[in-house]
Every structure is written in structure tokens, then in C-alpha cells.
């Protein structure tokens, strides 16, 4: 199966997860397969700031540079959190901002930023990607329409417009872009489990490789 193929098979996941919206993938520029990731550049995977869902002492750790407004992200999410219910507390998931959908992902990532600040990071990610078809659209979103979205998942939106300004989250778009062209993202999502890339892309090749790490740590 092609790598179009695989990512469809995995927005039937996506469509189940949320509620039967239907999505295609799609990519920033042509696709190329995750190159392995060279040794000077594994500490950039993940950084202090970076958000994290599940245990920030689980023995495996999956990163995903992912974009807000990708849709393949979106279909990607019910599948991560599947991972991480079935393997507990072994695993956790790093997120990596990747903004390669423009003005849109930037905002996106903005109001993700104030959420972590306000410590509703999750609930409010996941209302984002929910809405996703609603803001991230190729046409012109209504304006504060991602901020209405956020509040729905517990975001205070007079607190974020200030927050999303603050230098500290630019300084977060700045670093995240520098580790995305260092490690070489082309694409999003693109899976790394334990500083090992996911490598060819996939739904079941995901999981397989974070059963081999798991069961690797208990051992």
C-alpha cells in the first residue's frame, strides 16, 4: 500500500473518533519519507516547554511534530490516544509545534500555548481539533472563531489574547521552527518513538513500534 494509502486507512479512525466528519490528508510539499535522525541532533527532539500528555516519567516517549491545522493530525489523534490507554503509563506523547499551514496554524498554536499556560492544554486541543474543519478551512474564518472553539474546551479568552502575545510563545514558534528543519520534518505527522523515526509512516507501524519499545523497557 502506498503512503496515501496508509493515511486513509487511517482517516476511517479519525471519522469514528470524531463523530463522522470525513477528512484527505494533506501535506505542506511533496512527500518524502522521515530520514533517520542523526546523533548530534536527538536533543532537539524534544525540549523543557514542549507540552506533554500522559506521564512525564513514562520509559517511552513518542514525539510528534504536528501542525493544528493538518487534518492527517487530527485523524492521527484518536489513534495516539488509543496507544496511550493501551499501554498505560509506559508512554507519554511530546508535542512538537510544526506551522505548515500559515497564519492559521500560527494562530492555532498560539491559542495552544495560552491553554498550556492556563493548564487546559488537552481538553482544549481536543476541542480544536474537533473544529478543525471550522476554522482551518481554505477559506476565511469568522475573526476570534479558534478563540470561541478554545473556550469551549475551558479556555479564558481574555486572559489568552494577552498570553498569545507574550515573547516567551514566540520564542516557542522560533525554537520549534529551528528543530523542524534541523531534524528535517517534511511532513505532518511525523512520529519519532524513543529518538527512533517511524520509518516507512503508518497506523500499525506506530503501534508495533511502541509495543517493541514498551516491551523493551520491561525487560
Known sequence: MNRRGLILSVLAVGVAGFGGAAWYATRPQPMAEAVPVAPEVNDVLIRPYSPILGPETAPVTIVEFFDPACEACRAFYPVVKEIMAEHGDAVRVVIRYTAFHGDASVEAIRVLEAARMQDVFEPV???????????????TPAP????????SGGLDVEAAR???LA??????????????EAVGVRQTPTFF???????PFGEAKLR?????????SQS
Open 167 to 180: 515573547p516567551g510563545v514566540v520564542a516557542v514558534l522560533n525554537q520549534d521552527r529551528a528543530d523542524v
Open 125 to 139: 486541543l481536543e476541542a480544536v481539533l474537533r473544529e478543525q474543519p471550522r476554522w482551518a478551512s481554505h477559506g
Open 193 to 199: 518513538v524513543n529518538a527512533k523515526p517511524l520509518d
Open 144 to 151: 476570534g472563531l479558534i478563540l470561541e472553539i478554545a473556550a
Open 162 to 164: 494577552t498570553q498569545m
Open 208 to 216: 508495533r513500534l511502541v509495543a517493541a519499545e514498551v516491551a523493551a
